[in-house]
C-alpha cells in the first residue's frame, strides 16, 4: 500500500511542517519522511497516531488511499503483447501488463499441431482456469485425462502435475488464468 502522496496531502493541507506532524504524532520523522516518499508503509500504530494528529478517521485515510490503487490495464489488440514464451510446439501470450500486485494472470497459450505443454507444475496454493477457444486439447490432471473442445474449461489446484496436448488438426488457442499469478 502506499500511502506517501496522500500522507503528504493530508499534511501540506493542515500547513504543518514533517517536524510538527512528528512531534505531535511521537512519529520519528525520518520514519514521516520514508512514508511520505513511499519508501516504508509504516505500521498500524503510526497510522493511527498520524490520524489523530491529522484528524482524520483511519478508514477515510485508507479509503482515498484505496481509490488511487485501483487501476485499470488495457490491451488493444493491434498491440497485444508478443509471446514470451515459445518453445517448439506452443507459444505463451500474456494479456496483461505487469503481473506485478495483481491478483490473477491471464495468458493465451497457442499450442501447434501435435504440440504439447508438458511438465507443468505450480506451488501449493495456485488455481488454475483453462478455456478451449478454438480446437480440441488432452488436458493431463494429476492422474486423470480429459478431452476439452471449444467452449470447454476446467478449474483445477494447480499443484497437480499437468499437461495438454493439441488433439486437433489446427493449432489450439487456451486461455489460462492463474489466481495468484505464478511462474
Known sequence: MKIGKRLKQLRKERKMTLKELSEKS????????RMEHDIMPGTLKSHISICKTLKISLADFYREVEDETKTVSLIKQQISNKPFVRSEGYAIEMLTDAISGRHMM?????IGK???IKDNK??????????????RIEAKIGKEKYNLKQGDS???DASLEHAF????????????????PAA
Open 26 to 33: 511521537e512519529v520519528q520523522i525520518a520514519t514521516l519522511s
Open 106 to 110: 491471464p495468458v493465451l497459450n497457442r
Open 114 to 116: 501435435n504440440g504439447e
Open 122 to 135: 505450480r506451488r501449493v496454493g495456485v488455481e488454475k482456469f483453462i478455456y478451449v477457444l478454438e480446437g
Open 154 to 156: 476446467v478449474y483445477f
Open 165 to 180: 496436448s493439441n488433439t486437433a488438426k489446427i493449432d489450439t488457442l487456451i486461455l489460462t488464468v492463474s489466481s495468484p
